[in-house]
């Protein structure tokens, strides 16, 4: 099983080339490769896209490093134009490309937060297809994440959403700390999921109370309920860490050491993920 972690607080604080150094010597095998500039999810710049996309790929393969998945940029409102000449839409696809370019399997793309949940569905239905042909062009799936708030609080409307997309370039991402901040045991929801669409995850602990994406065992949640869920689904995809409020407040040079005690309890998970398997 690939380990990998999300790294734009270290990208942030370091650089790219430096935080890919990072992750490497701490013992990832791969990155989650976040094209957001922080927890406001507002795009790093994606003008030249293909250059720098693949001037990390070169950087990516001198390391050694995977990107297994990718984050799109996030806080897309629901007045979006499904047009490149909308700035978040073409931002989206963008990201999409230079996901692609790095070997990302799938990037995952929040859905669009609509006020009391109104025409949802329709909304997000007409956002995801106008980005099936841009997926497909490229070979990367577009992952739905079950977001805290939305309507993918229990596992089968994000399984009934996907089905309604009607092709096999979507597929869900299940975050253990959102679904239980929604009520739902991760290992839970992660058994609800149908196997075939389960290709993502993003680990994180929580107190139960707030979205923390702290390091596992710092929270609340069963590990070795989670990991057997997972090994129950057959699961195929990176264990990928979604630490970043781990890192608040962190000063620099303990960066590197929580990187690796990290990478450690990831590979303590995949290690009962194998007993389970
Ligand atoms: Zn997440």
Redesign the pocket.
């Known amino acids: 099983m690939i380990i990998s972690i ?1 790294n734009f607080p270290l990208r942030q604080k370091f650089g790219e080339e430096k935080a890919l150094e990072m992750i490497k010597s701490a013992g990832f095998d791969g990155v989650d490769y976040s094209f957001n500039e922080g927890v406001s999810g507002a795009a790093f710049d994606l003008t030249d896209h293909i250059k720098k996309a693949q001037k990390t790929k070169a950087e990516l393969d001198k390391l050694g490093l995977l990107c297994v998945q990718a ?1 799109a940029p996030f806080g897309l409102k629901p007045d979006i134009k499904t047009d490149v000449r909308d700035k978040s839409f073409a931002d989206t696809v963008r990201s999409i490309e230079y996901a692609a370019i790095l070997g990302a399997k799938q990037i ?1 793309v929040h859905s669009i937060e609509v006020p009391d949940n109104a025409d949802f569905f329709d909304i997000n239905y007409n956002f995801y297809k106008s980005l099936q042909p841009y997926a497909e062009k490229c070979g990367v799936r577009i992952a739905i ?1 079950n ?1 805290v708030g939305s309507i993918f609080w229990r596992p089968n409307r994000l399984s009934h959403f996907i089905r309604l997309l009607d092709s096999p370039v979507f597929c869900d ?1 299940v ?1 253990t ?2 679904a239980a901040l929604m009520g739902i045991p991760p290992e839970d929801y992660i058994s609800g999921m149908e196997a075939d669409m389960l290709k993502c995850v ?1 680990i ?1 602990d929580t107190d139960g109370k707030v ?1 923390r ?1 702290w390091i596992p065992y710092a929270g609340v949640h069963n590990w070795d309920n989670i990991m057997k869920a997972l090994a129950d689904k057959e699961f195929e995809g990176a264990l990928d860490m ?1 630490i970043i409020h781990s890192f608040d407040a962190l000063p620099d040079e303990l960066y590197l050491p929580l990187l690796c005690y990290t990478a450690k309890v990831g590979k303590a998970l995949a290690g009962k993920f194998e007993e389970y398997s």
């Open positions: 999300e984050h995952v994440e977001l991402c975050d700390g959102h993003h994180q979205d994406h979604e």
